[in-house]
């Protein structure tokens, strides 16, 4: 607490009783006074004088037993956040330890299936097989390392926490009420930064079901080849479509599916929730956070720093900076115009101009529809898109390290609609804009 070194305290005082109060803690100012009274905006114990002639005239003040009385309540409240953000740092270890155990077992069932598909293709594919383990073991290790890192920031916290939760908890039971004051006030500010609860921790799931989807498949299509005979093959030449497919980079052949089914992009399913702080003051979001529509009158008081104030954009309070994930949007409610897409959290909030405008920056990227075109937009640069039907649902997926953000149309059964590729920076929010009706994040399961 400011100035508490400069209180003096008589000699044989060992307890918080009103008479040792009043005769006891002396002002720092007046010394010859007895200080009885606490200045809220110096955040010190004062004299009944400093607030009439003294360095604190003017300022508010209260009795310092009342105040005292007041921040026991308020330790008693910042003990109850405190344990709540520590339960959940709690679950967020053990939520990740559990993936991290089930990636393992997963990446050594994978790895054991693969040995049965090399085991057909013999000699031909030894050095595939390795390359293929390799891969493996590659990126179970990058997924282990990043859960590994998310335990140590998980425990940090909690130890953070615990160490804080006692620091308050003997501030609670301090009888004294000016020395009470003085350790609160050294405290509040670390208090107040640790009120607002942690984001959770959501573990990238690891998934080696394409590699091992990929061997069968080429497994099947060499028994094809095989069966065939041989003129058959020389005049089709299938030897050498064979031989153009073997040589196809691997990474490549992964990532690329000519017809993806909904399932696959399940594997990687979120529900993004939309963020209050970032909305436009025109526009309301449903309990859940989940779906946003448009209102007639701008809400009161909303100046939050975060906020859109002339788009009527959002973010979603969700961001991506690893792995692969899928979302979708619902639109069929969203009248003639709707912008879906994702941006970092460093898009301009002020004003309308192209830094701010959802897919006219480096910043952010989406798909837009207005009356009855449709358009991909990135950095001011846009593509003109022609789906068949107007969808009523976006699927959104994004590999992040591949650099892939991908824009289905699930309602005409994923149809393909555009893919932005670049190498992100930031974590990817997903965003949306709106001009008429609402647009609804689904659950997936």
């Known amino acids: 607490m400011a100035g508490a070194g400069a209180l003096s305290r008589t000699p044989g005082m060992s307890g918080p009783t009103e008479s040792e109060d009043t005769c006891g803690w002396r002002c720092p100012e007046h010394s010859d006074r007895v200080a009885e009274l606490f200045c809220r905006r110096c955040r010190q114990c004062v004299c009944a004088l400093c607030p009439v002639l003294g360095a604190h005239r003017g300022h ?36 990740i330890e559990d993936a991290a155990e089930q990636l393992k077992a997963h990446a050594e069932s994978s790895k054991t299936w693969l040995t049965g598909k090399f085991t057909e293709l013999r000699l031909l594919l ?16 990058f997924a282990l390392q990043a859960y590994g890192d998310q335990i140590r920031s998980c425990e940090d916290q909690i130890d953070i926490l615990s160490s804080l939760s006692n620091r308050v908890c003997s501030i609670s039971q301090e009888t004294d009420p000016v ?7 050294a405290t509040e500010q670390e208090l107040k930064q640790q009120m607002s609860l942690g984001e959770m921790c959501h573990p990238v799931p690891q998934s080696f079901e394409p590699i091992k989807t990929f061997f069968k498949g080429l497994v099947e299509a060499m028994q094809r080849v095989i069966q065939t005979p041989l003129e058959v093959r020389l005049k089709e030449n299938m030897n050498c479509r064979l031989s153009s497919f ?6 490549s052949l992964l990532k690329i599916s000519p017809s993806p089914e909904r399932s696959l992009f399940l594997k990687y399913a979120r529900t993004p929730t939309l963020d209050p702080d970032t909305m436009h003051p025109r526009l309301r979001l449903s309990a859940d956070c989940l779906t946003v529509h448009r209102a007639l009158l701008s809400r009161l008081g909303s100046s939050a720093s975060l906020r859109f104030d002339a788009l009527w954009q959002l973010l ?16 069929q409610e969203a009248g003639c115009g709707w912008w879906v897409g994702a941006a970092y959290a460093s898009l301009r909030r002020r004003g309308s101009s192209a830094a ?30 022609w789906p068949r ?15 892939v953000l991908a824009f289905y149309d699930v309602s005409d059964g994923m149809r393909h609609l555009h893919t932005f590729r670049a190498a992100f920076q930031e974590p990817l929010y997903p965003a949306l804009r709106l001009w008429d009706g609402a647009i609804r994040i689904p659950r997936l399961p």
């Open 246 to 251: 073997s040589s196809t980079k691997l990474d």
């Open 389 to 403: 039907d107007d969808p009523d649902r976006l699927g959104v997926f994004l590999d992040y390290e591949a650099g």
């Open 60 to 95: 508010p003040v209260g009795l310092a037993l009342e105040e005292a009385a007041h921040v026991k309540k308020l330790t008693q409240e910042y003990l109850k956040q405190l344990t709540t953000k520590k339960q959940q740092q709690v679950g967020n270890r053990n939520q």
């Open 126 to 141: 030894d050095e595939e097989e390795v390359l293929a383990k390799k891969f493996i073991d590659k990126n179970t290790q």
């Open 179 to 185: 020395q009470l004051l003085q350790v609160f006030t």
């Open 356 to 385: 701010a405008r959802l897919g006219c920056n480096r910043q952010s990227w989406c798909l837009k529809r207005y009356d009855l075109e449709y358009w991909a937009f990135h950095d001011s640069q846009r593509s003109r898109l």
């Open 316 to 331: 979603s309070r969700d961001c991506f900076a690893a792995g692969r994930h899928y979302w979708e949007v619902d639109v």
